[in-house]
């Protein structure tokens, strides 16, 4: 372990941090085995305050990209239903199943609280917000717009339906 007296890892030890980075549940002997090192060994560089301070650095960067890909899907998994929401909306005359819908994507996605009161605050530890444009299907705006300029009634809510909060 003459490396880590210097005060950096070297290429074998900065492999074994993307092992165990990779293969969380890892135990030393399969880290042993795969690098072919004994047991003692790699139990010592693990105990190493510079390898632990560098797995803990590596984990940090990939928890940080594993959370914006999921925060990004989920959002595309959104954006996905409220379009087909937007296409159901034009052929249905119920709504509440629509309005219900609805609610849950904008809970799920951090909008509004899960008591409908308003927007929650998500700590996903991302440095750096993910911005994504999801376009709407032209056909469908431009048949959107044309039924809601063929409404020649005003729209009524019945308050009982609204969500209570």
């Known amino acids: 372990m003459g490396a880590l007296v210097a005060g950096k890892l070297n290429a074998v030890h900065e492999q074994i941090v993307d092992y165990m980075v990779a293969n969380p549940g890892a135990k030393a002997v399969d880290v042993a085995q795969f690098f072919k090192y004994s047991v003692s060994y790699i139990n010592a560089l693990s105990g190493n305050d510079l390898f632990k301070a560098r797995l803990m650095e590596r984990q940090a960067l990939v928890s940080a990209a594993s959370a914006r890909a999921v925060a990004a899907k989920l959002e595309d998994l959104a954006a996905i239903g409220l379009?087909?929401?937007?296409?159901?909306?034009?052929?249905?005359?119920?709504?509440?199943?629509?309005?219900?819908?609805?609610?849950?994507?904008?809970?799920?996605?951090?909008?509004?609280?899960?008591?409908?009161?308003?927007?929650?605050?998500?700590?996903?530890?991302?440095?750096?917000?993910?911005?994504?444009?999801?376009?709407?299907?032209?056909?469908?705006l431009e048949s959107a717009r044309a039924k809601m300029l063929g409404l020649s009634a005003p729209v009524t809510i019945d308050a009982s339906q609204l969500p209570k909060g």
């Open 83 to 140: 379009q087909r929401l937007l296409e159901k909306v034009r052929v249905e005359e119920n709504h509440s199943e629509i309005r219900d819908t609805v609610k849950l994507a904008l809970q799920g996605t951090g909008h509004i609280s899960p008591k409908g009161t308003g927007p929650v605050h998500q700590n996903l530890n991302v440095s750096a917000p993910t911005m994504h444009f999801h376009g709407v299907d032209k056909s469908l």
